[in-house]
């Protein structure tokens, strides 16, 4: 039985939401394949309730994720003057954040860190802490974060760089921190307050955050590519086995050494290098360049 289910006109014509989405599978399907081919009568795993499949399949999508799949999402935001940006809903961690230039070019931030936005505690004139009769009385921000965000990038002087004048800037930048040898400004993650906060310089400017999700945000996003399903089936097997009494220990160490071998194999596939693309790259890599 074909997989397609409609028409080229109205797959082209539609609305566009399912445009690509060949190349995925959903979580359900995967239930379900795994649940009629590998658990039964006669196999290796002869009996698994559906729920237990289900946990370990959301398992399986989570730790895929982290490193397999394709599951890095991006947000644009303009910076508003609190210099604060709220982390999305489906965070567990940062790729990159940039900021973007005149050209729509992306300037990479560089997180800031030697600062943090610590909880501020409310002191009398001597330093007695101040509390409300039962708990201490907080600050509405820190004095760091405000120091922080009021913070004036210092101007660039052009003669600092590598220019006819350098001979005359001998050692003016010895010791220079190259992460912030740069105008793009920085950044830091609060994780209590599920905040990220930038620097003054961008202020009103537009940043991208790359993050990484964990694949079980939505419905929608519960899927997988069809170059890892088979990953996917070897990582629950091997859950599944690894927990229950009656499985010889040399089964188990089967589904171990198949499931690295599915998830070395997807991560192969899945990388999409091009040959051309490489040989492209490793040319400017042979320019001589004069310092």
Same mark, same amino acid.
């Given at each position: 039985?074909?997989?397609?289910? @409609?028409?080229?006109?109205?797959?082209?014509?539609?609305?566009?939401?399912?445009?690509?989405?060949?190349?995925?599978?959903?979580?359900?399907?995967?239930?379900?394949?795994?649940?009629?081919?590998?658990?039964?009568?006669?196999?290796?795993?002869?009996?698994?309730?559906?729920?237990?499949?289900?946990?370990?399949?959301?398992?399986?999508?989570?730790?895929?994720?982290?490193?397999?799949?394709?599951?890095?999402?991006?947000?644009?935001?303009?910076?508003?003057?609190?210099?604060?940006?709220?982390?999305?809903?489906?965070?567990?961690?940062?790729?990159?954040?940039?900021?973007?230039?005149?050209?729509?070019?992306?300037?990479?931030?560089?997180?800031?860190?030697?600062?943090?936005?610590?909880?501020?505690?409310?002191?009398?004139?001597?330093?007695?802490?101040?509390?409300?009769?039962?708990?201490?009385?907080?600050?509405?921000?820190?004095?760091?974060?405000?120091?922080?965000?009021?913070?004036?990038?210092?101007?660039?002087?052009?003669?600092?760089?590598?220019?006819?004048?350098?001979?005359?800037?001998?050692?003016?930048?010895?010791?220079?921190?190259?992460?912030?040898?740069?105008?793009?400004?920085?950044?830091?993650?609060? @994780?209590?307050?599920?905040?990220?906060?930038?620097?003054?310089?961008?202020?009103?400017?537009?940043?991208?955050?790359?993050?990484?999700?964990?694949?079980?945000?939505?419905?929608?996003?519960?899927?997988?590519?069809?170059?890892?399903?088979?990953?996917?089936?070897?990582?629950?097997?091997?859950?599944?086995?690894?927990?229950?009494?009656?499985?010889?220990?040399?089964?188990?160490?089967?589904?171990?050494?198949?499931?690295?071998?599915?998830?070395?194999?997807?991560?192969?596939?899945?990388?999409?290098?091009?040959? @051309?693309?490489?040989?492209?790259?490793?040319?400017?890599?042979?320019?001589?360049?004069?310092?």
């Amino acid at each position: 039985m074909a997989l397609l289910n @409609e028409s080229q006109n109205a797959y082209y014509g539609g609305s566009g939401e399912d445009y690509g989405s060949y190349q995925f599978t959903s979580l359900t399907n995967i239930i379900n394949a795994f649940e009629v081919v590998y658990v039964g009568e006669g196999k290796l795993i002869s009996k698994a309730s559906r729920s237990e499949i289900a946990f370990h399949a959301q398992r399986a999508l989570q730790e895929l994720s982290f490193d397999t799949l394709k599951s890095v999402k991006s947000q644009e935001i303009e910076v508003p003057s609190s210099l604060q940006m709220v982390l999305p809903q489906d965070y567990v961690n940062y790729v990159k954040i940039t900021r973007m230039d005149a050209d729509g070019i992306e300037r990479i931030l560089y997180p800031a860190r030697h600062t943090s936005n610590p909880t501020a505690i409310s002191q009398d004139a001597d330093g007695t802490y101040q509390t409300d009769g039962t708990d201490l009385t907080l600050q509405a921000e820190s004095d760091t974060w405000t120091n922080y965000k009021n913070l004036s990038p210092n101007e660039v002087d052009d003669d600092s760089y590598d220019t006819e004048l350098f001979d005359l800037l001998l050692g003016q930048r010895y010791g220079i921190s190259p992460e912030h040898a740069q105008v793009n400004g920085s950044f830091y993650i609060d @994780e209590n307050a599920g905040k990220i906060h930038f620097s003054s310089i961008n202020a009103g400017g537009t940043v991208i955050l790359k993050y990484i999700s964990d694949g079980l945000g939505t419905e929608a996003e519960m899927r997988v590519h069809k170059f890892a399903e088979e990953a996917m089936y070897k990582h629950i097997a091997y859950a599944i086995a690894s927990a229950q009494a009656n499985i010889p220990e040399y089964v188990i160490q089967r589904f171990r050494k198949e499931k690295i071998a599915s998830t070395r194999k997807a991560k192969l596939r899945l990388s999409n290098i091009k040959i @051309e693309e490489i040989a492209q790259v490793l040319r400017g890599s042979s320019k001589h360049i004069k310092h």
